[in-house]
């Protein structure tokens, strides 16, 4: 994303926090979420598509594992290895299934841009949002619904 100019949350709250910040990625290879298809348009539940070959949510569902955390400290080398750059599927509020690879997916180096990560092998989407409510149109982060 910086790459392209772009920036997200945790990097302005490292920005304005430093270290005092704690950054937690979450990732999930399959599973659902509650997310709309464009700003202002109505949450729904969908299906999230299972990881793209080669990209971190694969990885880690081949470790067969339902869920673990990474810790991603200077010294760990296992966060060494994720210090190369990788493909990260990236869902917020907006999910698109039908262009996912060009719409969510990015190269990353994963311990770089988290202090610990969450990965999930499947998502249940269970966090919604009340299915009246819509992506941007001027309410609050609280309104949101969350997704991984």
């Not at 999930?28 to 709309?36: K, L, M, N, R, Y």
């Not at 339902?66 to 907006?94: H, N």
């Not at 311990?111 to 249940?124: E, G, K, P, S, Y």
Request: proline share 4%; net charge positive.
């Amino acid at each position: 994303m910086s790459e392209r100019g772009e920036l997200n949350v945790g990097q302005l709250v490292r920005e304005r926090y430093g270290r005092e910040a704690v950054l937690v990625g979450f990732t999930t290879h399959h599973g659902t979420v509650t997310a709309a298809s464009d700003w202002g348009a109505p949450v729904e539940r969908k299906r999230i598509r299972p990881a793209l070959a080669g990209s971190y949510e694969a990885m880690f569902h081949a470790t067969q594992r339902a869920r673990f955390l990474l810790t991603c400290g200077k010294t760990d080398p296992v966060a060494d290895a994720l210090r190369d750059p990788g493909l990260e599927r990236a869902i917020g509020v907006i999910y698109r299934p039908e262009t996912e690879r060009m719409s969510h997916y990015f190269h990353a180096r994963l311990a770089d841009q988290f202090d610990a990560v969450l990965a999930l092998r499947r998502d249940t989407g269970r966090r919604t949002a009340r299915s009246d409510r819509t992506v941007g149109g001027g309410r609050g982060a609280r309104d949101f619904p969350f997704a991984v």
